[in-house]
């Protein structure tokens, strides 16, 4: 938060606080003293907590609605009610407690001793909150969350001893039982903290994060910065379909991105760290260098070599028609190079339709229209679209490719980046990079410019253009190696990605028409003579138009 916090905003704010660890207070007073008196104090005051929560709220909906409010302020705006959500919930917590605690009819066998320091560690954060909210403090922040870990150890042996109690006696199982219930309960706080941790982290950074995913960015930036605890600041790129986010690294004032931070899964980040080295390894130069790697439990995280320039997509839908015309001569170019120093005489078979149908079950999930049992229409046999891919795996198992080469894997226009200044072009999101047939990078960068959800008649012809220019420049290369059955490849890659794009599109009219021509394609295929494979031709203009 580098923002101000409005005043009202911030009243409210601390009454709130000093009223969950008034309540939190009284509850480690319980343990000491379980009168009725006291748990009336935790259990009759749930409303003052809920009025100031709902302050809080109503106060920043009000500042939201405003024109002027802008995207810093919304996002401070947003996390005091986070905040305050989270601190409303610490208090229903206590409430919980008391009324497990209330019924037991022998305390002193509960151990009640156990339990106050808990609740101290939690009250600890909660006087930290203010004071990370108000100043914007990361660290304070993660001190908050660090209790969490240590909280969770100590219920975790709570509930150990408590367990081992109930093996040995039988004459007080329910108030055992209830002792768990509220070591559980206290858990709980402890994920509140570690919550309300990750929020203020989040509004600091300006993007959503995480306790852990912040811990690795932080070690990735200290380790790029050689141990200095250099400030930095970093901005949502783009999520990822596996789960994985990208964000843009900045140190200081400086707008320029001194890096690119991806983390998720450790298996994906772990894939995209082997496809970057493998392709420094096969073609040095096309790939960004890899800075920092770190791994820890199930996830990962790489800080990678931030290019210049812009996405080919940007330049398709923003930049002149000759900033556009030199990108795809110097992509087309970078290609045919690629595949020459890359080529091997080992045939390959890309599996267009096995990939289709592993993906079928997602795409009618999103498009239950779609499954069609087949049809008869005047005596002709129309076939289901699950029949018709099986028909064409069995025909696609006498088109290998002759040749492989070492391909991209998932050559969108968004994975490509060219740099006007320097004339280079680079390649992003490596995770999917093997020797393969060169047809599935030409038929992945052909969909994926087609399924751009732009209607502006203009530019959508433009688009076209591109695709088609595209499969003329992988025509000749084709005709030049020798490769005959390069057309009919490339009709199973064009229906395999059409089909597939459609899981990641609502637009019912564009959804339909990927479809419709996925299912055209297919039917070509199945229609075409093998025997004269090298005179098939996709009728592109008729494909990639609209």
């Known amino acids: 938060m580098t923002q101000r916090i409005p005043d009202s905003i911030q009243?409210?704010?601390?009454?709130?606080?000093?009223?969950?660890?008034?309540?939190?207070?009284?509850?480690?007073?319980?343990?000491?003293?379980?009168?009725a008196a006291i748990a009336r104090r935790v259990s009759e005051r749930d409303g003052y907590a809920r009025n100031l929560k709902m302050r809080i709220h109503a106060d920043c909906v009000r500042r939201l609605s405003r024109k002027k409010t802008g995207e810093a302020r919304r996002r401070i705006l947003r996390s005091l009610e986070l905040v305050?959500?989270?601190?409303?919930?610490?208090?229903?917590?206590?409430?919980?407690?008391?009324?497990?605690?209330?019924?037991?009819d022998d305390p002193a066998a509960l151990s009640p001793e156990d339990f106050p320091p808990m609740l101290a560690?939690?009250?600890?954060?909660?006087?930290?909150?203010?004071?990370?909210?108000?100043?914007?403090?990361?660290?304070?922040?993660?001190?908050i969350g660090?209790?969490?870990?240590?909280?969770?150890?100590?219920?975790?042996?709570?509930?150990?001893?408590?367990v081992t109690a109930l093996k040995q006696r039988d004459n007080s199982t329910e108030d055992l039982t209830r002792a768990l219930f509220v070591a559980q309960t206290i858990r709980q706080m402890g994920d509140v903290l570690l919550h309300l941790s990750e929020v203020i982290i989040s509004a600091n950074l300006g993007q959503s994060m995480n306790f852990e995913r912040y811990r690795s960015l932080h070690s990735l930036v200290e380790e790029l910065a050689d141990g200095e605890d250099e400030a930095f600041s970093m901005a949502p790129?783009?999520?990822?379909?596996?789960?994985?986010?990208?964000?843009?690294?900045?140190?200081?004032?400086?707008?320029?991105?001194?890096?690119?931070?991806?983390?998720?899964?450790?298996?994906?980040?772990?894939?995209?760290?082997?496809?970057?080295?493998?392709?420094?390894?096969?073609?040095?130069?096309?790939?960004?260098?890899?800075?920092?790697y770190k791994k820890r439990g199930q996830s990962a995280a790489l800080l990678i070599e931030h290019l210049p320039g812009f996405t080919f997509e940007h330049i398709l839908l923003n930049e002149s028609p000759e900033l556009l015309d030199e990108a795809l001569k110097r992509l087309t170019r970078t290609l045919k190079s690629v595949w020459q120093e890359t080529h091997t005489d080992t045939p390959v078979a890309a599996g267009y339709m096995q990939q289709l149908e592993k993906r079928l079950g997602?795409?009618?999930?999103?498009?239950?229209?779609?499954?069609?049992?087949?049809?008869?229409?005047?005596?002709?046999?129309?076939?289901?679209?699950?029949a018709l891919v099986e028909r064409a795996r069995v025909r696609e198992a006498e088109l290998g490719a002759p040749f492989s080469v070492y391909i991209h894997g998932d050559f969108n226009v968004d994975n490509i980046i060219y740099d006007p200044l320097e004339r280079r072009i680079n390649f992003i999101d490596l995770h999917r990079s093997s020797y393969m047939d060169y047809v599935q990078d030409v038929s992945v960068f052909m969909v994926s410019n087609y399924r751009l959800q732009i209607m502006d008649a203009p530019l959508r012809r433009r688009i076209m253009g591109l695709a088609q220019d595209f499969y003329r420049t992988a025509r000749r290369y084709a005709t030049s190696r020798g490769d005959t059955t390069f057309e009919l490849r490339l009709a199973l890659g064009l229906a395999r990605s059409f089909a597939t794009s459609t899981r990641f599109i609502l637009?019912?009219?564009?959804?339909?028409?990927?479809?419709?021509r996925a299912r055209y394609l297919l039917e070509l295929v199945l229609a075409a003579d093998l025997e004269?494979?090298?005179?098939?031709?996709?009728?592109?203009?008729e494909i990639f138009v609209d």
Not at 152 to 158: L, P, S
Not at 253 to 269: C, P, S, T
Not at 373 to 384: H, I, N, P, R, Y
Not at 532 to 541: E, N, Q, S
Request: hydrophobic letters at 40%; proline letters at 3%.
């Open 11 to 35: 009243d409210n704010l601390r009454f709130l606080c000093v009223e969950v660890d008034s309540q939190l207070a009284n509850l480690q007073a319980f343990f000491a003293t379980p009168t």
């Open 84 to 104: 305050a959500t989270d601190l409303d919930r610490l208090t229903e917590l206590a409430r919980e407690s008391v009324r497990q605690l209330v019924d037991v």
């Open 121 to 143: 560690l939690v009250r600890s954060g909660v006087a930290m909150v203010e004071g990370a909210v108000a100043d914007s403090d990361t660290q304070q922040a993660l001190q």
């Open 146 to 162: 660090r209790l969490q870990d240590t909280l969770h150890k100590r219920v975790q042996q709570r509930v150990g001893d408590g």
């Open 237 to 292: 790129i783009a999520e990822t379909r596996s789960g994985s986010s990208i964000s843009g690294i900045s140190t200081g004032d400086d707008d320029d991105y001194m890096a690119i931070f991806k983390d998720g899964l450790k298996r994906k980040v772990k894939e995209e760290r082997q496809g970057v080295e493998s392709w420094h390894e096969i073609y040095p130069g096309l790939a960004p260098r890899i800075l920092s």
């Open 362 to 386: 997602e795409v009618y999930k999103i498009h239950p229209e779609f499954r069609s049992s087949g049809a008869t229409v005047c005596g002709v046999e129309l076939l289901g679209f699950d």
């Open 507 to 516: 637009d019912q009219s564009l959804a339909s028409r990927m479809f419709l």
């Open 532 to 541: 004269k494979a090298d005179r098939f031709r996709i009728p592109m203009k």
